[in-house]
Each structure stands twice: as C-alpha cells, then as structure tokens.
C-alpha cells in the first residue's frame, strides 16, 4: 500500500477562518491530539506574523511528539535582505522546528504586480530562501503559492519557480490552488505536469472557493501527489481549505492509501468534534463521514431497505469513521424506524403492531403542532416507552413560578423560580435564583430532586440551549421549539419542548432531560 503524507494546517491556514481564534493552549491540545491520530505534519503557526505564534513555538518546543513533526510556515526573503538577515527568516529558524514550510510566488502576475519585483528577482528569492534554511539543516516544504494559476498564465515561468526550489535542495513541491478557482481537470492535468519533470515529492494544498477542494485534492493524489496538506473540518480564509476530514477518509477506505496511524482513520469523528469543541464552533451536521447527519436515515422507503441490508443506502459504514448511524424519527418515517428505536430498547416489535401504529399517531399529532424529533431522539424515546408500558414517572410537577426582576437600567436582571414537584407522594417545594429562567427552573428542580436522586442527579449536565420560533398557520400565536442537550459524560441526548411560552417549552425540555437522564442511570 503506497503511503499519503497527511500536513495538517488547521492551526495555520485554518485559523485565518473567519470566527476561528485559537489560544496557544488551544493549539498545544489539538497538536497533541493530532500527534496521537498519527498526522505526519502539524503545521503551528507564522513566527513573526503573529506574536501569538513565536509563543506557540517556544512552549511547544517541550511538546513530546510521538508521530508529528511541527512545521513553522513564512515566506521567501524580503528584496531588501539576504536571507540570513531577514528578520521573518531569522524567526523560522529560529522557532526551533525540524521543518520549515516556505511559500513563494510562482504566478508571474503576482510577482509584478503585487510583490513588485522581477521575474528574476523572485527566483533568487525563493533559491536563497530555501538554500538557507537547507544549510540549517531543515526539511523546506516549499509552497507554490497560486501555482495553478500561475501555471495557466505562463507554464514555463511557474515551473521554474519549482526549478529555483528543487535547485536550492526542497524536500517537497507543494502545489498550491490558494484562490481556490481551478477545475478539477486542471489540477490533475498541472499535478502530472509537475511529477513528468521533478524526482521531488509533490504535494497539494488547495482552498475550497469552487467547492472543489477534496475532489482537486483527490486528483493531484491520482495524478502522482504524494503529499496532501488540508484542515479538520476545511477551517480556512474564505470558503476553507481541503478537509482533511474527507480526504483522510477516502484515501484510506476508498483508494487503499495508507495514511495516519494503523485503524486511527476509525477515530475521524471524534477528532472532528474535537477540533471543533476547542474552537467552540458548532459541528456541520451535514459534513461528510463526521457530520451528526452523515449516516441519518428519514425517508420510510430508506429506513425500511436499511433495515434489511445497511449498503442500500450507506456508501461506506459509519464505524469506520467511528460515526454512528441513526434511524430519524418523523412522520414521513413510517413504521420502521419505531421498530429500529423499539429494537434498540430491547424491544421486538412488528412494523403493524398497536403500538407501533399508537407511536406513529403520537409522533403525527405532536410534529403538527411544532414538535420536531429529528434532533430530540431523547423525547422520541420517552413516547415510546409511555406507548409501550414501560414508562416510569419520575415525578410529577405540582406546578412553578419564574420571577425575572431588573432593578435599574444598569442592574442585572435577578431570575428566580420557584417549583414544587412530588415523587411517590412525597411533595417538595423549592425556591432557586438563576442566571436566567431555565436555568433558575433547573436549579430549583435539582434541587426538589436531589434527596430522591442525588447521586445520579449530579452527573447529569445541561451543554447546550436552542430557541427557534416555529412558522405556525396563520391565524395562531407564534410557537418555540427549545431543544436541551444534556450529558452524563458516558453519553449525551437531546430533549425538545414546543410551546407558544418560551418558559413552558422550555420546562418542558427540561423536564424530559432529566427524567431521560436519570432513567438512563436508573432503569428500575
Ligand atoms: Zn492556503
């Protein structure tokens, strides 16, 4: 199996995405994270652009890397310098890293009218940019910056910005698509240009503006690029970069590519989510292989052929990439996926059965009036069970009281709610402040619940919050739809709510969240 060397440069080029800031703790985790996932290159930053980054590299400089080696990315000499004095170089080497990542120009067009200097000047540029840090002894990964379309105005003169690269001793071409426009054909024609006249290895780094980059990125591998740089989750300037998240995918399932570490590709989604989580952006749900809907099932017709041969509507298996699959529950959903969910509770249930057809009238009748399931599989859960017999109230709400009180323009607002519940008869009544009213009904019912469920209670988590308004026909009061996540820890679910008050759709989320969290911990 031929080897794809994997450069990542999520904390890089990914972190010049809009929204995406990373601390320098932020970048030592995910460096360690993508170390243990066996990424060949961890490209951390631009010592000397960024103040940031000389920090990241000196802290990092006591990292224990297993896998990974750490990758310092800058530019060719200034005209003004030699490259030995040029105070950017000078940074490179000195952030300590065995490999240095150095872009240069290769469209004539960018070195006349933006860099300002000869076709000329720029190859010696790049020639003693990379002979010096070659004479350091670094590995020099040298970036064609706009190579593709340098290469489509003027072949010969981006193929000697290469030539003043491999002259100087380059370890590897990088090829760049860095506006992100080139058509699939190109870069794989250009790709088997570049590997026809150079012994050097040559990789790709494409940005995804034409919504091309992993289909650009595959082709420069089938056309002979041995080398692939991208980001988790496609972070980048504009549109992003390759994701590596797809790339990864494909080369090792679908291509027989060796990349990462041996059975680490089975870790693709938890990585993903990783990534995200410390760059505190919501998950793409759609993205593919990871995303939350990569291997969701809705359609009656599809949930029914799956249920007989999972290939039928799934191009690979999603614990490969370690996603799960999940059967959607709507009305449009039919039968099966009541009997997928009835399976998963250790229930065998026939598609015709009372119950199912009980569940499905439930289901019906509650997304006519604004509930949503897809995104609540918790609350589905709970339907099915009381459909079943097999619900246990937990306890019963007696009834509560939210006060929101804001004492002066400057003052915070002081939320306060009161609730009383009963559980086998036995009443509590408590009174809690909150920042907000769900969180003021969420202490206070942890707190009516805690001499019950005390134990249990203290692992359950809220982690997230959602509020939409829901169009409604006209002639109706606006509704909301709030849907609570919690976690456990061990696993996390998501409960949902609908009413026109946004407190009671809000209780009633709640409600369900804990009761679904505290039956998972305490099934008799
Ligand atoms: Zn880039």
Known sequence: MAKIVIFDTTLRDGAQGEGISFSVEDKLKIVKRLDDFGVDYVEGG?????????????????????????????CTRRPKYAAANDPLI?????????????????WDFHVTDALRVSLDQNLEMIYDSVNYLKTLGREVIFDAEHFFDGYKANPEYAMKSLQAATDAGADVLALCDTNGGSLTTEVGDITSAVRARFKVPVGAHIHNDSGLATANTIIAVERGATHVQGTINGYG??????????????????????????????????????????????????????????????????????????????????DTVGNDRRFLVSEMSGGSTVVQKAKKLGLDLGKSSPEVKETLDEIAHMEHNGYSFEGAEASFELILKKSLGMSRKLFDLKGFRVIIEKRGPNEDPITEATLKISVDGQEAFTVAEGDGPVHALDNALRLALKQFYGKELSKIKLTDFKVRVINTRAGTAAKVRTVIESTDHADSWSTVGVSENIIEASWSALADSVEYGLLRNHPE
């Open 237 to 318: 300037e504009r549109c992003g970069n390759a994701n590596l998240c797809s790339i990864i995918a494909i080369l090792i399932l679908k291509l027989g590519y060796e990349c990462l570490l041996p059975g680490k590709v089975s870790e693709l989604t938890e990585v993903s989510k990783f990534v995200d989580e410390i760059a505190n952006r919501s998950p793409n749900e759609q993205q593919p292989f990871v995303g939350r809907c990569a291997f969701a099932h809705k359609a009656g017709v599809h949930v029914d052929a799956m249920t007989k041969h999972p290939r039928t509507y799934e191009h690979v298996s999603p």
């Open 90 to 106: 000078k940074n490179l080497a000195e952030s300590g890293t065995p490999v240095v990542a150095l872009f240069g120009k290769s």
């Open 46 to 74: 631009w010592p000397g652009a960024y103040p940031k980054d000389i920090e990241f590299f000196r802290q990092a400089r006591s990292l224990k890397l297993d896998h990974a080696k750490l990758v310092s990315f800058g």
